[in-house]
């Protein structure tokens, strides 16, 4: 198998897994999104729990996964950090809105600028896994004084291009029009979810979790985002951010495939070239889902991050 077709199983595994894994939006909720902040008008797109005091952190979590994500995050860092953890409308048993947005991932980025303006947080820390990530990157690019020091989970600024090098957002977008609309289809088999699931975390109690959250997901939501990312290239945006940047990113997942550390890690390279300040460092045995992977090498890189002070911003 070529590096290219073990790049597209990569991306098929990272993007396509969640919404195969959907059901209906009626699904049940989880204990974990049930208990969150109930949406206001101002930010529709999402919900937020606050737990913990001191320096604030936003952590955002990645495609069909609620807040709850976060929870060992959470419980580690809350004495020291407000934790302000976000869990996004349709995904993992939150409620959904009404109808996807023509442009939700791009509204969901501004609702979030607003809600750090609102509730006047200075230059938070930011943590986001996966499409998390993204969003982490498009806030500081779009805003770079709003924001401070960014920790990105196994994402990327342009998700086709790990796939074609020569990837754009337009000649992407027929693709990825494909691929909204075939999400909406019936799900796989609970046996198929777990198949697929296993290819982006290594325990089974986890696979079985993730399986859940993607199950309680909304289609059109999940359908909308995937369409979203697929389209939106912010490799050239990302040269706007001046904060420390923390990428961590991942690669045992498709080491089975033929991949190499070296050559997973030549893309992530490549696509956060421009970043001013970027530190990325590469799990060895971690798959997308790397804080339940190598739960401790994940803790001993975020304990050194939040320690780090923002950077004045002209």
Not at 235 to 248: D, G, M, N, S
Request: charged residues 15%; hydrophobic residues 45%.
């Amino acid at each position: 198998m070529t590096y290219a077709a073990q790049l597209r199983r990569y991306s098929a595994l990272l993007g396509l897994l969640p919404a195969l894994l959907t059901q209906p939006a009626h699904a049940q909720k989880t204990p974990a999104a049930q208990a969150a902040t109930t949406a206001t008008a101002a930010h529709p797109t999402f919900t937020v729990k606050v737990t913990g005091h001191g320096r604030p952190v936003i952590l955002i979590p990645g495609l069909t996964c609620p807040g709850a994500v976060w929870d060992e995050t959470v419980a580690r860092y809350q004495g020291q950090y407000q934790c302000h953890v976000v869990s996004l409308a349709g995904f993992g048993g939150v409620a959904p809105q009404q109808a996807a947005p023509a442009h939700l991932l791009q509204d969901t980025r501004d609702q979030l600028l607003a809600y750090i303006k609102a509730q006047k947080l200075k230059q938070p820390l930011v943590i986001g896994h996966s499409l998390g990530g993204f969003l982490a990157l498009w806030m500081a690019a779009t805003e770079p004084t709003a924001i401070g020091p960014l920790e990105i989970v196994d994402s990327l600024p342009f998700l086709p291009a790990s796939q074609n090098p020569a990837a754009t957002a337009e000649n992407s977008r027929a693709q990825a029009e494909q691929m909204r609309q075939q999400m909406g289809k019936s799900p796989l088999s609970p046996a198929a979810r777990r198949q697929m699931a296993a290819g982006m975390v290594t325990d089974t109690a986890r696979i079985t979790q993730v399986a859940r959250w993607g199950a309680a997901s909304d289609p059109a939501t999940t359908a909308q985002a995937m369409y979203d990312m697929y389209t939106t290239d912010l490799r050239p945006e990302v040269a706007r951010i001046q904060q420390p940047v923390l990428v961590l990113g991942t690669w045992a997942g498709y080491a089975a495939y033929g991949a190499t550390r070296a050559g997973v890690q030549g893309v992530f390279e490549q696509q956060y070239a421009p970043l001013p300040h970027l530190t990325l460092v590469m799990s060895e045995k971690g798959k997308h889902f790397v804080m339940y992977d190598d739960t401790a090498w994940y803790f001993a890189q975020t304990d050194a991050f939040l320690k780090q002070p923002a950077v004045a911003v002209r």
